[in-house]
Every structure is written in structure tokens, then in C-alpha cells.
């Protein structure tokens, strides 16, 4: 089945800093890659997802990269806040429709 | 549009007792759902994706008798974790993908469910 692996578990950034988020998957036929930030005891919240026949997505503070050959993909945000602080995850799976496997997780802080 | 409700948001219960969970599609159609759990600072583990009218299909190492998964209608799945003990004690998350949302494939998650079993 697929494995995803996210690094780092922890990033620690001055606030107006970017960050950078990245996960490896091992299944060649994924070819939907969710990122979520989750908040304390909340559910988590899409924020960018990509799908394998696009290279790159941006959406404001926020971007996505897939290498599909590498099979890596990454989340940048832009110009970090506060309010950026949070857990992220990166997910894939083999259509969007379908089972996700999750990233281990990354706690994001932004210091002001 | 595309919103996931849970039901109830936390529970509290003893030891060798039953507790259902109800995860509803509020405008759509959930042709799939997907139940998940989370422990403490650790990431989602998907439990089992059940499809409307048939039996879920649980991941490697989630028992089944212990976790029961109803889909009854295009709008509700029901987890019910039978005989809980205090290791059952988790952030349980379901999350619905169908017809009748903006990106059909999304997925759309509910708010979760804190059980704590003393």
C-alpha cells in the first residue's frame, strides 16, 4: 500500500519568513495530493491539493510542487502569520475520491 | 456547501460499554465515507471506507467486531466501537466524498469525535 513520510515534524519560523513542507510517497499511481492544516482538537481543513498532471498550484500565500518522477511533493507558504501556526499534513491517494494516506505530520509555529 | 457533521462531538463512557457514532453529509450525497482515528499528536489512521448499501472495507490490523461501520443511507454512517476499553480512547474522524459538491472528488471531513473510555 502507500507510504507517505513528511518531514520536518517540527518548523519553527519569524513571523513574514517562509516554510517549507515536504513528503515522499511510494505509490506510482497516486495521483491526488491533499495538504490539510489542523488546529487543536479540530478536524483538519484543506488548504491546496494538487493532481499529478500539474506541476505546481498557487493559491495566494500558498504553493504546491509535485515531481512525479521523484515522486516528492512540498507545501510553501509565503510571508508566514501567526495564524499559520499549526499541525499540516500532507496526504496522497489514487484518485480524490478514494482512501487517503496521511503524512506523519508537521507542527508548524510562526514567532512573532 | 459540502459540510460533514458528527455526532456527539465528545463522549464519556465505561469500560466494556458500546458507543455509536454518527457521521452525516448535510448537503450531498456521501457515495463514500471514511472513518478515521487520530491518537494524541499523531497523525489521521484510516480505520475503514464503507460505500452506501454495502460492507465497509476495514484496513490491516482494525478489527471489525470491535468497529462497526454502518452505511446505511447516501447521507449517515454510523461508527460503533463495541466493548470500548481506555486504549480505544481517541479523536475519531469520518470524512464523506460524493455527488453534489463543487469538486466530487473532495473529501469533506466532520468536526471529530473525542471518546475517553475510563
Known amino acids: 500500500g502507500e507510504n507517505v513520510e513528511q518531514h520536518p515534524s517540527t518548523l519553527s519560523v519569524q513571523e513574514g519568513d517562509s516554510a517549507v513542507i515536504k513528503c515522499t510517497y511510494s505509490?506510482?499511481?497516486?495521483?491526488?495530493f491533499p495538504w490539510y492544516k489542523q488546529e487543536l482538537g479540530k478536524r483538519p481543513q484543506l488548504i491546496i491539493d494538487?493532481?499529478?498532471?500539474?506541476g505546481e498550484k498557487k493559491d495566494q500565500r500558498i504553493a504546491v510542487t509535485l515531481n512525479k518522477t521523484a515522486k516528492h511533493f512540498s507545501l510553501h507558504i509565503t510571508e508566514t502569520q501567526p495564524e499559520d501556526s499549526a499541525v499540516y499534513f500532507c496526504?496522497?491517494?489514487?484518485?480524490?475520491?478514494?482512501?487517503?494516506?496521511f503524512g506523519t505530520g508537521t507542527q508548524l509555529k510562526v514567532e512573532l | 456547501g459540502a459540510v460533514v457533521s458528527q455526532h456527539p462531538s465528545w463522549v464519556i463512557c465505561k469500560s466494556g460499554t458500546s458507543v455509536k457514532i454518527e457521521c452525516r453529509s448535510l448537503?450531498?450525497?456521501?457515495?463514500?465515507m471514511f472513518w478515521y482515528r487520530q491518537f494524541p499528536k499523531q497523525s489521521l489512521m484510516l480505520m475503514a471506507t464503507?460505500?452506501?448499501?454495502?460492507?465497509?472495507?476495514?484496513e490491516q490490523g482494525v478489527e471489525k467486531d470491535k468497529f462497526l461501520i454502518n452505511h446505511a443511507s447516501l447521507t449517515l454512517s454510523t461508527l460503533t466501537v463495541t466493548s470500548a476499553h481506555p486504549e480505544d480512547s481517541s479523536f475519531y474522524i469520518c470524512?464523506?466524498?460524493?455527488?453534489?459538491?463543487?469538486?466530487?472528488?473532495?473529501?469533506?471531513f466532520g468536526p471529530g469525535t473525542r471518546l475517553t473510555v475510563l
Open positions: 464503507s460505500n452506501e448499501g454495502s460492507k465497509a472495507t476495514y
Open positions: 505509490d506510482s499511481a497516486s495521483n491526488y
Open positions: 448537503d450531498f450525497q456521501a457515495t463514500t
Open positions: 470524512s464523506a466524498s460524493g455527488t453534489g459538491t463543487t469538486v466530487s472528488d473532495e473529501q469533506f
Open positions: 496526504a496522497a491517494s489514487v484518485g480524490g475520491g478514494n482512501k487517503l494516506t
Open positions: 494538487i493532481r499529478s498532471n500539474v
